[in-house]
């Protein structure tokens, strides 16, 4: 199984500051067909997983976009250019490159 | 607009049996993939089971293969989970996820409770 390890495990941020997590694969993450099915999800209190970014960089539906997420073949990085308190939670990468899919630890982004 | 609404979850006993759904709608149900992922209290999300999207083909997790069974209802845009010889280990949120070339839209879950 591809194991993904992500840093900081926490993230406590000022209001309006940046933050950035990074997350490592064991191995490269790159598809037969030329993809790389990395993505991220974030997690807020009491609620469902929800996708932010997939395949490295795609803003999915909706999400604004102080959320990036860049990277290649085994290191990726997920920022948010100006925290907002909405954006408490966690944020867990994952990849869907292999079965079984494998998510990060998660990482807990608080206000400080 | 997508929409994932999960149920049959509750309190079942150790050795014993549940059947969840997930009810889909706002998309074509029988074009895409559909998965399970649970996340048990206060822990990670872990990947339980795919299904393909005419139904014949499935995944499993080792924890679970042999004791769950993925399967879907394209004429009723309806997945299922069938769990059977629960462990207190199975007790989580399940969740069920679309997925269509990379993107993954979420339900809100279902919650199971294996305790005696």
């Known amino acids: 199984d591809i194991v993904m390890t992500q840093t900081p495990l926490s993230s406590p941020v000022t209001l309006g500051q940046p933050a950035s997590i990074s997350c490592r694969s064991s191995q490269s993450l790159v598809n037969s067909d030329g993809n790389t099915y990395l993505s991220w999800l974030q997690q807020r209190p009491g609620q469902p997983p929800r996708l932010l970014i997939y395949?490295?960089?795609n803003r999915f539906s909706g999400v604004p976009d102080r959320f990036s997420g860049s990277g290649a073949g085994t290191d990726f990085t997920l920022k948010i250019s100006r925290v907002e308190a909405e954006d408490v939670g966690i944020y867990y990468c994952l990849q869907t490159t292999q079965f079984p899919w494998t998510f990060g630890q998660g990482t807990k982004v608080e206000i400080k | 607009e997508v929409q994932l609404v999960e149920s049959g979850g509750g309190l079942v006993q150790p050795g014993g049996s549940l059947r969840l759904s997930c009810a889909a709608s706002?998309?074509?149900?029988?074009?895409?993939?559909m998965h399970w992922v649970r996340q048990a209290p206060g822990k990670g999300l872990v990947w339980v089971s795919h299904?393909?999207?005419?139904?014949?083909?499935?995944t499993y997790a080792d924890s679970v293969r042999g004791r769950f069974t993925i399967s879907r209802d394209n004429a009723k845009s309806t997945l299922y989970l069938q769990m059977n010889s629960l462990r207190a280990e199975d007790t989580a949120v399940y969740y069920c996820?679309?997925?269509?070339?990379?993107?993954?839209?979420w339900g809100q879950g279902t919650t199971v409770t294996v305790s005696s």
């Open positions: 395949k490295i960089s």
């Open positions: 996820v679309r997925d269509w070339f990379g993107e993954y839209v």
């Open positions: 299904i393909n999207n005419d139904g014949s083909g499935a």
């Open positions: 706002g998309f074509t149900f029988s074009r895409s993939w």
